[in-house]
């Protein structure tokens, strides 16, 4: 690789950009998906779910701002592991990360597809998929200030749309018919209630990606707190606005089969503003979420690449746009085999999985750096997160229970992932061992961790035992 | 200069101001979204859900009172931090 290809990440970006960028890749959970919870255990069953979901991503938010605006590093959760629990962790996390939004990507490119598709009968659902792929790709290569730029403003409107429909509806411009919500309350019981739960991570599922663009952020500190946080609540007004409007204009057994809920229940509203926004802000969403996907999954093999964990020949960036165009361009061909596959909800259940695996190692990476670091100076640890570690060890408990719902239906799903990442942390253990330097704490500008002193003196006093 | 300073300092206690009123506007909608929606569902499915409506109650209070706390410690740092690392230039 030459020098000049070696160059750093440019540091442009602002809280707005990081709002764009987890709130882009998540809105689409809200505008899709979600309703399974519906199926599984009715309005009552999903709203359970929602805030059961909403309480650990509001935990764990507040972990990726704490860990992101210390570290400031493109890798995110993968850069947190490396750091804080140890090289077979960072590979498997960075994989799950990977993995998580590359198949978020190409669910996301078919069914833009698929409603390119809807509206102009003569497209083939192929070409366009890949149109849209290419066309993502070149757009984050250019560089990621124009890419989450785009990002906003498809957000923003896909947000405004909810929110101008659930007002519009709250003040009775639309029938509703409040019925529905006790005929479809809780039609499996109890046991619906739990099993509600796997499928609550879709209403917020990728928030914490937000955190991954620290290192092009021009005031990390306050860009990665800020824009996370206005993130996280800007999901949880959308999930309630969401669930609230497809339970009152969608019957329950219509809404758990339902491809696109907020579309059809704005279809039932028969208000043609209504449908025009809503089936815009549907389009928009996988726009959006597929961008943001590019930008998150090239920037966590960007990570991997820079510490030699797969081919540093990825790892280079561009002289000119600053972007890591190689690690970029290799999203590509990967989002198109997951999409060409033929097994899209395996791949969107293994996307969901990977997540799953994330929340329970971020927490766990946040209550490692307290113990490592517990001085909260600016340079170490410019914001620091409340109420930890109580709600790291909170929000590993929420995330092993939801893991644990997968069980029913999703096994063999659930044990290839295990066995997936289990031969990930234990081949990289392993090779990184012997090769794998420390940590350079002080190029990070920070002091030696907690403990290294006594580990150094043992060290030393093991080796003169063996002269 | 100390002009200066103080129109530094003004812009940049402007700025933080327009950070915590973005904050509390979305706070605030968050309470009155959540609290609708949680007294609409229930009120409907009181018959059902109030054997249980206290995990609807427990849950939505963690969501509110952590992001909230979380949004104070988020507003806290920046002010600490504003002059240190030129938030505002």
């Given amino acids: 690789m030459s020098e000049h290809e070696s160059t750093s990440l440019v540091k442009t ?35 359970l779910a929602m ?20 570290t400031k590093l493109a ?23 990977y993995m998580e939004y590359i198949a978020l990507e190409a669910a996301d490119a078919i069914v833009v597809a698929f409603i390119a598709q809807s509206i102009f009968p003569e497209l083939q659902v192929f070409p366009v998929t890949l149109l849209v792929i290419a066309l993502l790709t070149f ?23 909810i929110v101008a429909f659930f007002f519009a509806t709250a003040f009775g411009t639309v029938n509703i018919h409040p019925e529905y919500l006790f005929q479809g309350a809780l039609p499996n019981g109890m046991i619906g209630l739990f099993a509600a739960l796997q499928f609550g991570p879709w209403f917020y599922l990728g928030i914490e990606g937000a ?54 229940a704005a279809q039932n509203s028969e208000v043609f503003i209504f449908i025009a926004l809503l089936g815009l802000g549907t389009f928009l969403t996988c726009v959006a979420s597929a961008n943001g996907c590019v930008c998150d999954s090239s920037r966590s093999w960007f990570a991997l690449s820079r510490d030699k964990y797969v081919s540093s020949w990825f790892s280079a960036v561009h002289p000119r746009y600053n972007t890591p165009y190689r690690a970029v361009i290799f999203t590509m061909p990967v989002a198109i085999g997951f999409a060409f596959s033929g097994f899209l909800d395996q791949v969107i259940t293994f996307s969901i999985i990977s997540g799953l695996l994330c929340y329970v190692l971020i927490p766990f990476s ?26 790291a060890y909170f929000a590993i408990a929420i995330a092993i229970t939801i893991l644990s719902t997968l069980f029913w239906g999703y096994k063999y799903n659930l ?53 | 200069m100390e002009t ?75 002010k600490n931090h504003m002059f240190e690392f030129k938030y505002y230039d």
């Fill in chain 1, 13 to 47: 970006l602002r809280p707005f950009h990081i709002w764009a960028l987890g709130v882009g890749i998540v809105l689409v959970g809200e505008y899709m998906g979600w309703n399974f919870t519906v199926a599984k255990g009715g309005i009552l069953g999903s709203m």
């Fill in chain 1, 51 to 70: 805030l059961v979901a909403g309480t650990m991503y509001v935990a764990i938010s507040l972990c990726a701002s704490e860990l992101g605006s210390s």
């Fill in chain 1, 75 to 97: 890798g995110g959760p993968y850069d947190w592991a490396r750091l804080f629990i140890g090289p077979g962790a960072a590979a498997s996390v960075g994989l799950a990360v």
């Fill in chain 1, 139 to 161: 757009i984050n290569y250019r560089g990621v200030v124009a890419a989450l730029t785009l990002n906003f403003f498809l957000t923003m409107i896909a947000f405004i749309a």
């Fill in chain 1, 211 to 264: 955190a991954m663009c620290a290192e092009e952020c021009k005031h990390p500190s306050r860009a990665v707190p800020l824009g996370q946080q206005a993130g996280m609540i800007t999901l949880l007004i959308g999930a309630a606005m969401t669930l609230y409007l497809c339970a009152v204009l969608i019957p329950t057994d219509l809404l758990g089969v339902s491809v696109y809920p907020l579309f059809e």
């Fill in chain 1, 366 to 391: 946040l209550i490692r750096f307290r113990n490592l670091f517990p001085e909260t100076t600016s340079k170490v640890r410019p914001f620091v997160g409340p109420l930890q570690p109580y709600i």
């Fill in chain 1, 415 to 467: 044990i290839f992932a295990f066995v997936f990442y289990g031969i990930a942390y234990f081949y990289f253990s392993h090779r990184h061992r012997s090769s794998n330097a420390e940590n350079n704490w002080a190029e990070m500008g920070w002091p030696l961790p907690r403990g290294s002193e006594n580990a150094r003196i043992g060290k030393e006093a093991m080796s003169v035992g063996d002269e």
């Fill in chain 2, 4 to 78: 200066s300073n103080q129109a530094m300092e003004s812009k940049y206690y402007s700025k933080l101001n327009g950070d915590t009123g973005l904050i509390i506007g979305m706070l605030l909608l968050l309470v009155g979204v959540e609290g609708f929606v949680l007294y609409k569902v229930l009120s409907e499915t009181w018959e059902i859900s109030g054997n249980f409506f206290y995990l609807y109650i427990i849950f939505v209070g963690l969501v509110i009172g952590i992001e909230t706390v979380g949004c104070l410690s988020v507003r806290q740092s920046i």
